[in-house]
């Protein structure tokens, strides 16, 4: 079975300074994808940015981007020129390609409380 | 924004009511997912569906039901509520062809409370 760890429980940041939050994964597949999604209080749980774990270079979603090492089966988020508005629990996620009919809901980490210090 | 929908928004009921919450999406995804999100945020996949008249348990043993009948609707009932349920559910949606590869999208979440 999957696991996802995420080893932060919680984070704190300046206003415009920059955090990463860290992942590692345990998995015996070679392809798969992985996430991080966004959840702010009392809202909707949103994607941040994914990666396909067949392609090597990193995710980048404006101010996100990922460092994808596969072969540590790590995947840690960085955001840069961090605002008020990115205060949330951040959830790192892992899917397996699965055949038509299979399982393939995510597995996700425990996630990383993120607070930005005005 | 998402269009999945989830009511209602919070739910305090009494031990051994039946209870069903909703989830409807409206972007014809054929895929449909209910997680568990406990106290301390972890999430656990508890039921899914690949369409209609598809649904499979996931990988937290839950005691509450689902059913789909219709594409964009995808309800959770619990028979008889107990504080143990006492969490809160997400709903979730995504697309469905051979080898997918999109991102799942969330509902705004139930909390529930049972006392």
């Known amino acids: 079975a999957q696991t996802v760890t995420q080893s932060q429980p919680e984070m704190s940041v300046q206003e415009a300074e920059t955090v990463t939050l860290s992942c590692t994964y345990d998995t015996s597949e070679s392809d798969y994808y992985l996430f991080w999604y966004k959840q702010p209080p009392s809202r909707q749980m949103i994607l941040v940015i994914r990666q396909e774990a067949y392609k090597q270079q990193n995710a980048t979603e404006n101010r996100f981007s990922v460092n994808f090492q596969k072969a540590a089966k790590s995947f840690s988020l960085k955001i840069s020129d961090s605002q008020l508005g990115d205060a949330a629990m951040y959830f790192c996620a892992y899917r397996k390609l699965e055949p038509l009919g299979g399982a393939d809901g995510l597995t996700f980490g425990k996630g990383t409380h993120l607070i930005i210090q005005p | 924004e998402a269009d999945i929908y989830q009511t209602p928004r919070y739910l305090v009921i009494g031990t051994g009511k039946k209870i069903t919450l909703e989830c409807s999406q409206t972007?014809?995804?054929?895929?449909m997912y209910w997680y568990q999100q406990d106290p301390g945020m972890e999430l656990h996949l508890i039921h899914y569906s690949y369409g209609v008249n598809s649904t499979e348990k996931g990988d937290l043993s839950s005691e509450s039901t689902v059913s789909r009948i219709r594409t964009e609707h995808f309800p959770l009932t619990l028979e008889s509520a107990r504080p143990s349920h006492t969490s809160q559910y997400l709903c979730?949606?995504?697309?469905?062809?051979?080898?997918?590869?999109?991102?799942?999208?969330f509902g705004q979440g139930t909390r529930l409370t049972v006392v």
């Open positions: 972007m014809g995804h054929d895929k």
């Open positions: 979730a949606s995504s697309e469905f062809f051979e080898g997918a590869r999109t991102e799942a999208f």
